[in-house]
């Protein structure tokens, strides 16, 4: 997966192990899920995705139901998902993906983070062509599975190819598929430790680590911000 790929995903596991910090943020995703969708994750893909992330978090139940019924209030009304897309420091690209209920503090915020780092936003829609939009599904591999079998069997759910990195097995399908591949899972009875949406560099760059660590500072201050979602790279 890379290098860059462990480091950012040891530090953002790292930041996110803060709940005062996560739990808003997975909250405000279950929030904006349901009232797009409706709040039967059966028949909301993103809705369920939102669930299962906060259910790896150790998102307390209660939370998760107090988030869905929010989205029949008045507040998730002014609720709205925009992305904001950007070039940060040593030629890096970044997609930021908010949920905001307050777009003008949100573009000021964001804006600020990439100047400050010697950056600077671009037009949205500039960097859409340099990412993929995939579901990817992590899970482990075990002596029971025959991973050859199941990849030809998962072809039909939508699944494009499977990634082996050590015992962790990375399941790749285009984002429309996601509710199709993870409930085909589901019924195959494996177990999987996570699954979301992901934008994937089309053409991955290579950094040293002092490039690393000024990059780090402004993804840090992305993901610190409540707005933000998702921050994705187009690093190796």
């Known amino acids: 997966m890379g290098r860059a790929f462990e480091y950012r995903r040891a530090a953002k596991e790292k930041r996110w ?3 005062s910090r996560v739990f808003p943020k997975l909250a405000k995703a279950i929030t904006v899920a349901a009232k797009d969708g409706g709040p ?3 028949m909301n893909a993103k809705l369920k995705l939102a669930i299962q992330n906060a259910k790896t978090q150790n998102m307390p139940k209660d939370n998760i139901e107090n988030a869905i019924k929010r989205a029949e209030g008045k507040d998730a009304e002014s609720f709205a998902e925009i992305n ?3 070039k940060g420091p040593h030629g890096v690209l ?6 905001t209920d307050n777009p003008t503090r949100t573009v000021a915020n964001v804006k600020s983070y990439f100047n400050k780092s010697g950056g600077q936003m671009v037009p949205t829609g500039s960097l859409e062509f340099m990412f993929d939009r995939k579901t990817v599904v ?3 591999k075990t002596d029971a599975l025959d991973i050859e079998e199941l990849e030809l069997e998962m072809i039909d759910f939508g699944l494009e190819e499977f990634e082996i990195d050590g015992d962790t097995v990375y399941a790749y399908g285009d984002y429309t598929n996601f509710g199709t591949l993870t409930k085909a899972f ?10 979301d949406l ?3 560099p089309t053409s991955p760059i290579e950094v040293t680590d002092e490039q690393m660590a000024d990059i780090e500072k402004l993804i ?3 993901e610190d911000d409540d707005d933000v979602q998702n921050v994705f790279t187009n690093l190796a």
């Open 138 to 140: 992590e899970f482990e």
């Open 220 to 222: 840090n201050k992305l």
């Open 84 to 86: 904001y897309e950007g």
């Open 186 to 195: 589901e019924d195959k009875q494996i177990e999987v430790s996570k699954a």
């Open 94 to 99: 970044v997609f930021v993906e908010c949920a």
């Open 40 to 42: 039967d994750p059966a």
């Open 17 to 19: 192990g803060n709940m």
């Open 198 to 200: 992901q934008r994937i």
